[in-house]
């Protein structure tokens, strides 16, 4: 080929000689009476044709060369020169060749040869033709087509213009003459002239009303070389009147053109969306399950058995075990003495919990109790300390996550889930909304939140089932169960999940709730995993329910440390604390009184008053480590009660009192009001309960003008902690203070004369303000009463009742102005 190559470019650059010594010609071939031209196809690969801008060698060489070249006898087979030669052979056709032109670009060449005049060209054109059919030339690069003659009857163009040939030809019809008239050739007499050069695909005539001159048609080959020897062989050529050119002749001129490609198959796809969107949704979705689905299993089953984390190791873990003695930090030992203390008095907690995990009841594990009681740290750290396959998923984070792809992304991380695309639910949300807008059908590319969380969910028990499945051996005698048969046998081998902060925020996104619930019902109910719920909400019941209808939960309740508990626990800290050791005689920088505070000594006569301040803080596990951490700064119980009492009452304050503020839930989200909120600070600042429909039909609660939804109400401030509801029989029955603690920072509240004026003058505002809608009320009534022409007996007693509910709430208004007026007084004179 390179061979091959190097000859074609030594022939184009005859070309380049040939067009050069006949510019006076201007880029024809001029041949005499007894001279006649050929065109020899398939002669190059028409691929060399960009080639063509090269610089090549010197065209008078060149040409002297190529006829030496021609006349030689020992030129290769694979010389197109050779070929040429082996097409018109001296002793089979009587011609003699005098000037070969090679056109690179259209892959073949033409060759001017004279021949005597016994012997017309038309003669010469069936002999050469005939022979190449007898004993056919095939170039290397073509195989299958070989060399084609055609006698050229028209004036060729010898053009080295950008212009490559293609299988469309465009055919003008000019005058022979400047001035005279061409006639427009019909579509049979273009198939006679140019079907002998190949197999015509379609003519095209110009339409009938076009204003185009020249009048042309197109004529269109099935191979691209049919159309390059047509165009040579007929280009110029003059169609006579028998044939149809009409009495003056009519001239061909002929140029290549690109074909339109018909892209049917994209234009039905374009026009039927309909079934081409929900085809190639089908084929996506089909693509992402085969090729990501394996991998995001594969990572959720390493997030739950963590083989690839380092430090589940077996070497982190000897080394952890070799050097625990002196690589354990001395606070961590008190903190651990701690704990001790709660986890010896919740022991019998933690063996029930560990009973539950062996069993084969197929329901939830429930363990409930207020923040801060130490649920995740008794489960993880206790009940579930030797168990291995741990999935923890928090809810907290996934509820408080911000738009659908954030909370997408949010689950995923907690299973492990990954590679997760958040961001491409967005943009397909915008694409799908797009094809609906220009198609009127939904193309279905966005995922909703609920199937998005569905497959994460749905890929987790999957990988679940895998991982208690794991130490399944051929050899074992209960190989041949089902995987739910051979688990329920084994409970042992399954896995189990923590859900964390179940229901967190019951008033948002409850289809995160609804999900989890519905995916840890199936996971149990397929003997899959043991599901252990964490929440701090005592109606989970009813979330549970819809998921386990006909199941008895296994719950457990989690309450604040008794005092006796509490104490041991707050001793623990402080005793295995280094700062109540003594300190070296080295020290000599440290003063005597610093010593002696110190000392275990002194730090007992300060915690001689611990049992006065614990009854105050109350059993909550967070409040007592805050209590320790004082005490070990050096403060007396009381004064880090007092501090913890007054750090409580401002976020209170904060959080719940203050006009405009919200809870952390976020702007909008309130559905109590400050008025009720004092209620009921003010209340239980005087009594250690209220009972629940008590609370409800105040006039505070059952007629507030601006949350009128008095449950509601309850709800959110329970939501915030400010309260805490308990139940009995499943219903509630008593409000207490959300943590013992704010038991004293309600008193402490209490006790601003100035804050209490403030809200009570808001609280008997707002109870004027309803007390004086009943009255507008009541007076509307009774002037439309007033204005019936007759009044009837039987609205007496109507009327009665009216004037009776006016004068009431008259006198409660009364009332309330002038308990505002001695409040406003007390804020006039306090600062």
Known sequence: MRQLATRALQSTAATANATAASSDQEGHIDAAANESILWLDNLFPLKLSGLLRAPWRDPEKDIAGLMKRFENSSLGALDPINMVKRALPDDKIPVKVTEIIPRLKDGGAFVKFSHPSNIPAKEVEEKVATLL????????????????????????????????????????????????????????????????????????????????????????????????????????????????????????????????????????????????????????????????????SFFVKIHITGKLRWNNSRLVRWLRKQTSDILSFRRE???????????????????????????????????????????????????????????????????????????????GTAVGYRPIFSWANSISSMVDLAVQGTTGVKAGFSETLEAQLQKILATTAGALTEIGLADRRKTDSDFSLPPDAYLETHPEKRPVVVIDNFLHKNDDKTIVYDKIAEWAAALVQSNVAHVVFLTNDSSYSKSLSKSLPDRVFRQTALGDLSPDVAKRFVLSHIQNDPDTETTDDSDSDSTSEEKKKKTPANQLVQLSELDACIGTLGGRLTDLEFLARRLKAGQTPREAVEEITEQSASEILKMFLLPGKTTPDGPGDRKWTVEQAWYLVKALAEQDSLRYHEVLLSDTFKSSLKAPDAEAALDGLAGGELISVTTAHGRPRAIAPGRPVYAAAFRALRADPVLAAKLDTAVLTELAKIEAATIEKAENELATLATLPRQPAQMAGRVNYLLAKLEASQRKVEKYEAEMATRKAVLAKED
């Open 133 to 296: 059919r007898e004993r056919p030339i095939k170039p290397i690069f073509s195989p299958f087509r070989g060399v084609q003659a055609g006698l050229v009857q028209g004036i060729p163009w010898l053009e080295d213009l950008h212009r490559y040939p293609y299988g469309r030809v465009r055919i003008e019809f000019v005058p022979k003459n400047p001035g005279e008239e061409a006639v427009e050739l019909s579509q049979e007499t273009l198939y006679s002239l140019f079907r002998r050069y190949g197999k015509i695909a379609e003519i095209q005539s110009q339409p009938w009303d076009s204003k185009v001159l020249p009048k042309f048609a197109y004529v269109d080959f099935g191979f691209v070389r049919d159309a390059i020897m047509a165009r040579n062989c007929l280009h110029g050529f003059v169609v006579p009147e028998e044939l149809g050119g009409g009495k003056l002749g009519t001239k061909l001129r002929m140029s290549y053109e690109q074909r339109a490609k018909q892209h049917r198959i994209w234009e039905w796809i374009s026009s039927h969306p309909r079934i081409v969107i929900p085809v190639l949704v089908a084929l996506l979705t089909g693509l992402t399950v085969i090729v990501f689905d394996p991998i995001r």
């Open 333 to 411: 030992k008190a903190e651990e003495a701690g704990l001790t203390t709660i986890w010896t008095h919740r022991k019998d907690l933690i063996d029930q919990i560990q009973k539950w995990l062996m069993e084969t009841a197929e329901t939830f594990i429930v363990v409930q109790g207020p923040r801060g009681s130490g649920k995740k740290e008794l489960v993880l750290e206790q009940a579930l300390k030797d168990r291995r396959n741990v999935l923890v998923i928090d809810c907290k984070p996934i509820v408080e996550a911000r738009g659908d792809s954030s909370t997408i992304k949010q689950m």
